[in-house]
């Protein structure tokens, strides 16, 4: 069973950083793509980022871009995603996500919720 236990939220005051991880077990994930969520209040969860395990390709929102940056350490199992430059929109509960199937396309992978595995989230909270 696959586990994905997320870490590294807070509050920040805008302009700071934080590092959010996301620790995988029950399976290798070197084929799959994992990424990382976020859900405001009253909004859909939106895919702010993704990486392909094995290559280490990248899809950034462009909300994001230039700001955060999502990585992957294989030896731990555990995927990071480095968000600087906050902004108080970034404001939300952060969910890592990964699936049982191997997705083709990372756009693909971005532009959908239905998941199969997701962590309880971690709180990020962005003051201005």
């Known amino acids: 069973q696959v586990q994905l236990v997320e870490s590294g939220g807070g509050l920040v005051q805008a302009g700071g950083s934080l590092r959010l991880s996301c620790a995988a077990s029950g399976r290798a994930f070197i084929r799959y793509v994992m990424g990382w969520f976020r859900q405001a209040p009253g909004q859909e969860p939106e895919c702010v980022a993704a990486i392909r395990w094995g290559s280490g390709d990248t899809y950034y929102a462009d909300s994001v871009k230039g700001r955060f940056t999502i990585s992957r350490n294989n030896a731990k199992n555990t995927m990071y995603l480095q968000m600087n430059s906050l902004k108080p929109e970034d404001t939300a509960v952060y969910y890592c996500?990964?699936?049982?199937?191997?997705?083709?396309?990372?756009?693909?992978?971005?532009?959908?919720?239905?998941?199969?595995?997701w962590g309880q989230g971690t709180q990020v909270t962005v003051s201005s």
């Open positions: 996500a990964t699936d049982n199937s191997a997705f083709a396309s990372l756009r693909i992978y971005s532009s959908t919720n239905e998941h199969d595995y």
